[in-house]
């Protein structure tokens, strides 16, 4: 159980990070 909750947690937070670089990205452009 504790794997699994890590696993998800760490890919959620890798896809916040994506958007927020996006975010970024789009505002600079």
């Not at 504790?2 to 998800?8: D, I």
């Amino acid at each position: 159980d504790q794997l699994l909750l890590l696993y998800l947690s760490s890919i959620t937070r890798t896809q916040l990070s994506l958007a927020e670089k996006l975010n970024t990205a789009a505002q600079i452009l």
